[in-house]
């Protein structure tokens, strides 16, 4: 059973930093596409960033660009996301996303990614 397992969310003040973590077990990751997505009360699912197998290909959503860094550990089955300088309109559950097959993206759009994890809340208090 394949799973994907955030964690790292919780409650910080605005400026602050999280570290996010997403554990893929059941399978290896390690050719794949990987992703972080975010989801706000009453707005839709959207990217935040997404790397390529090896890590050489990232892209980021530009809110976020320059503040937040997506990361993986091939060997380890996971990938992070170090977010700095938070602002309120970060808050949202962030969700983990791998692609199924191998060499290809980052992608963009959220129909792309096989599997998902449960999300972790993050939330930014002003």
């Known amino acids: 059973q394949v799973q994907l397992v955030e964690s790292g969310g919780g409650l910080v003040q605005a400026g602050g930093s999280l570290s996010l973590s997403c554990a893929a077990s059941?399978?290896?990751?390690?050719?794949?596409?990987m992703g972080w997505f975010r989801q706000a009360p009453g707005k839709e699912r959207e990217l935040v960033a997404a790397?390529?197998?090896?890590?050489?290909?990232?892209i980021y959503a530009d809110s976020v660009k320059g503040r937040f860094t997506i990361s993986r550990d091939r060997a380890k089955n996971t990938l992070s996301l170090q977010m700095n300088s938070l602002k309120p309109e970060d808050t949202a559950v962030y969700y983990c996303?791998?692609?199924?097959?191998?060499?290809?993206?980052?992608?963009?759009?959220?129909?792309?990614?096989?599997?998902w994890g449960q999300g972790t809340q993050v939330t930014v208090s002003s």
């Open positions: 996303a791998a692609d199924s097959t191998d060499y290809l993206g980052p992608y963009r759009t959220e129909d792309l990614y096989d599997y």
């Open positions: 059941g399978r290896s990751f390690r050719r794949s596409a």
């Open positions: 790397i390529n197998w090896d890590g050489g290909s990232t």
